[in-house]
């Protein structure tokens, strides 16, 4: 089914005109909500020019097109657990608030998640959304298996056991390589977390915060070297933290990490125990994640160069913190993904959600750029960043296989947008 422009029926009209934070209204010419892998396939053979959409949730134009923007929502939903090989396949534009509370029913969970479950499978993996946990891979590194709609309309599978490191170099494909229709994750049993929120962090205590639950993340201001808060995701059966836990103090009510933001759209705190998918996450389905009205970057070093990279961005917090509505610290596992920004590097992972002014931000974000620099920072392929593309180029061993990979399996550039091409000239 093709809608023109303006003139979009009941089915779709929920193709989304532009992204969740509104910074990005999409160019494409139609917009398309087949409803079977056939038809996406037709859709795919017969178009010159194709994006996918997930959930909108980046904030940048890599997925925008001027050509044919598809949504997979329409397609068949489907969890399936393989209990003997502890995988799930799910399709891929499935938000990740479903899957989970699907796969917790049947006793299985996802080993991590982000901030938020309300973006879809494909669309997180082909940006490396990720969690935060020194010992947990950012999400697309749960990936066993996916199965597109490539440049010719053809279905291909490919496995991690069988495809190696050809695999590698699709996971994380920004949307490049195909019309990813279905994804197989790894599954671990369910567990239960409880969330603790710690109040007024030394900085000198943050590697050690960071590693002291199953996930961690603290978030602060720039407006004083002290850390604002501390969210420990920590294994229902572990002790709760003491009261004076590393110098701070416990929160006694419930947070939000954006000021001001109601508490009661954040997933349970002050050590309720409850399901994994309902605390890894810090936003609850259902409710606006964040503010709502924003822009976001982020940045990934080696964990090592923590401490440093902060120390670098201080000289800048002045020009930070007037257009900042909070930053996250995280950390991550390395993978062997070619585009994963923790492509074998364990990582610091540092995030700025910015108010909601692309003039004001851009040159604060150039700044922080220039500043990380010496870490040699691999922004988020979802987010705001203006490094240079001959630059990005060298942070990633596997940059140049990526490219001949886009190449190869999409030699008429039909997949690629005018971003992709700054990034990765033909
Ligand atoms: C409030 C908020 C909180 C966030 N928190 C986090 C966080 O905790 N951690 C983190 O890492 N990121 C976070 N992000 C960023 C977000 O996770 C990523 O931008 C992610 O890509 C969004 O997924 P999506 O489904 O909305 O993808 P979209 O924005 O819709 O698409 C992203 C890319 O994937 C491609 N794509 C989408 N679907 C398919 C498909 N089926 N086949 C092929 N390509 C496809 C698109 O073309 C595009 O290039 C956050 C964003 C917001 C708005």
Redesign the pocket.
């Known amino acids: 089914m093709i809608v023109q422009g303006q003139n979009a029926t009941s089915a779709t009209a929920d193709v989304p005109r532009r ?3 509104g910074n990005v209204r999409y160019a494409a010419r139609a917009f398309h909500r087949p409803t079977s892998t056939d038809e996406l396939r037709r859709l795919v053979a017969g178009s010159t020019r194709i ?9 940048n134009r ?2 925008d097109t001027d050509g044919d923007l598809v949504t ?1 929502a329409g397609l068949p939903q489907a969890v399936d657990v393989d209990h003997e090989r502890g995988q799930v396949t799910v399709s ?2 499935m938000r990740y608030g479903d899957v989970a509370r699907q796969l917790h029913t049947q006793g299985y969970a996802l080993a991590n998640l ?3 479950p309300h ?2 499978v ?3 993996v ?6 935060s946990g020194q010992t947990h891979g ?1 999400l697309a590194s749960a990936v066993a298996g996916l199965e ?1 709609v490539t440049a010719d309309g053809d279905l291909l599978r490919v496995d991690r056991d069988a495809d190696g490191d050809t695999f590698a170099g699709m996971v994380v ?3 490049a390589l ?4 279905r994804v197989t994750l790894d599954v671990v049993p369910a567990f239960e977390l409880r969330q603790y929120v710690s109040l007024d962090l030394d900085r000198e205590a943050l590697d050690e915060a960071l590693g002291s639950a199953y996930s961690v993340s603290v978030f602060t201001d720039w407006r004083t070297p002290r850390l604002r808060e501390v969210w420990r995701k920590q294994v229902a059966d572990q002790p709760p933290p003491p009261a004076d836990w590393l110098g701070t103090t416990a929160a006694d009510a419930p947070r939000h990490p954006v000021l001001g933001m109601p508490p009661e759209n954040c997933t349970p705190q002050l050590g309720e125990p409850g399901p994994w998918h309902e605390r890894l996450p810090h ?1 609850k389905l259902g409710f606006t ?2 503010s709502g009205d ?1 822009l ?1 970057s ?1 940045y990934h070093v080696a964990r090592t160069a923590a401490a440093d990279a902060l120390a670098a961005l201080d000289d800048v917090a002045h020009l930070i913190a007037p257009v900042l509505l909070v930053c996250e610290l995280r950390t991550v596992a390395a993978d062997e993904l070619w585009l994963s920004p923790n492509h074998q590097r364990d990582s610091f992972v540092v ?1 700025f959600t910015w108010i909601d002014d692309t003039a004001a931000v851009l040159p604060v974000v150039a700044a922080v750029e220039e500043r990380l620099a010496p870490f040699v920072p691999r922004p ?4 705001v960043f203006v490094t240079d593309p001959a630059e990005l180029a060298t942070r990633y061993p596997r940059y140049a296989d990526f490219a001949a990979q886009l190449t190869h399996l999409d030699p008429t550039g039909k997949f690629r947008t005018d971003l992709l091409d700054r990034y990765f000239p033909r």
């Open positions: 992204n969740w934070a994006r996918a959409v997930g959930s909108g949730h980046s904030f890599f997925g997979l891929g534009a982000a901030s938020l973006i879809s494909a669309g997180a082909a940006t490396a959304t990720h969690g950012n597109l494909g920004l949307g195909g019309l990813v229709t936003f994640p964040s924003e976001q982020e995030h988020h392929w979802g987010k």
